[in-house]
Antibody, heavy 123, light 108 residues
Framework: QVQLQESGPGLVKPSETLSLTCTVS????????WSWIRQPPGKGLEWIGY???????NYNPSLKSRVTISVDTSKNQFSLKLSSVTAADTAVYYC?????????????????WGQGTLVTVSS | SYVLTQPPSVSVAPGQTARITCGGN??????VHWYQQKPGQAPVLVVY???DRPSGIPERFSGSNSGNTATLTISRVEAGDEADYYC???????????FGTGTKVTVL
C-alpha cells in the first residue's frame, strides 16, 4: 500500500525558509493531489496546499505569499518551501494524498498521511 | 470562507455511544470525511463520503449528514477510541479543503 514519509530539518531560524520533502512509496505519484497539512502544538489541522502530479498547485490563501510546493515525479517526491518563517509556523507538518476532481465530484478525503515531522522555528 | 464547528469535547462511558457533531452552512450538500487522531500520531481516516468506512475501520464507527449538521457516531465505545476527531469537507467556493475545529473524545 502507499506510504508517505516526511523529511527535513527539525529546526529553522526565524526569517529563514522551511524546506520539507515527502517521499511516496508503494505507488505512483500520478493521478492524485499531494498535500501539505500542518498542526501547531495543541491546535487543529491547517491545510497548506497541494500539487497535482502535472505540477498544478493550489495554496491556502492565508499562506499563499510564502508557500511553494513542487513535485519530482522521477523520484516520487514532492516538496514544501515556506519562506520568512516565524514562531507561529512551529508545527507538525504532514503530507497526505487526496483524490482530485473526478467526474464533477470535488476532491475527496486525505488518505494516507505521513507520520508527520515537527518543525520548530527558533533562533 | 467556509467554517466547520465541532464541540471541543465529548465524554462517554465505555460501552455507550458517542456522537460528535460537525456544523456548517448547508453541510448536507457536501461530502464529509472524518479523521481520528491519537496523541503523537497522524490522523487516520475513519469515515469518508458521509457514511462509508475504509477497510479496517470497525463497524462501530458510522456517519450521517443532513441539513446543517454532520455526525460521527461511535457505538459501544472502547478505551482505545479516546482521541481527537476532525471533520473535513471541500469548500467549492474557495476551492480548498476545510477542517473542523476538532473534538476531544474522553472515555470515562
Amino acid at each position: 500500500q502507499v506510504q508517505l514519509q516526511e523529511s527535513g530539518p527539525g529546526l529553522v531560524k526565524p526569517s529563514e525558509t522551511l524546506s520539507l520533502t515527502c517521499t511516496v512509496s508503494g505507488g505512483s505519484i500520478s493521478s492524485y493531489y499531494w498535500s501539505w497539512i500542518r498542526q501547531p502544538p495543541g491546535k487543529g489541522l491547517e491545510w497548506i496546499g497541494y500539487i497535482y502530479y502535472s505540477g498544478s498547485t493550489n495554496y491556502n490563501p492565508s499562506l499563499k505569499s510564502r508557500v511553494t510546493i513542487s513535485v519530482d515525479t522521477s523520484k516520487n517526491q514532492f516538496s514544501l518551501k515556506l519562506s520568512s518563517v516565524t514562531a507561529a509556523d512551529t508545527a507538525v507538518y504532514y503530507c497526505a494524498r487526496q483524490r482530485p476532481w473526478a467526474n464533477g465530484s470535488p476532491p475527496g478525503w486525505f488518505d494516507p498521511w505521513g507520520q508527520g515531522t515537527l518543525v520548530t522555528v527558533s533562533s | 470562507s467556509y467554517v466547520l464547528t465541532q464541540p471541543p469535547s465529548v465524554s462517554v462511558a465505555p460501552g455507550q455511544t458517542a456522537r460528535i457533531t460537525c456544523g456548517g452552512n448547508n453541510i448536507g450538500s457536501k461530502s464529509v470525511h472524518w479523521y481520528q487522531q491519537k496523541p503523537g500520531q497522524a490522523p487516520v481516516l475513519v469515515v469518508y463520503d458521509d457514511s462509508d468506512r475504509p477497510s479496517g475501520i470497525p463497524e462501530r464507527f458510522s456517519g450521517s449528514n443532513s441539513g446543517n449538521t454532520a455526525t460521527l457516531t461511535i457505538s459501544r465505545v472502547e478505551a482505545g477510541d479516546e482521541a481527537d476527531y476532525y471533520c473535513q469537507v471541500w469548500d467549492s467556493s474557495s476551492d480548498h479543503p476545510v477542517f473542523g475545529t476538532g473534538t476531544k473524545v474522553t472515555v470515562l
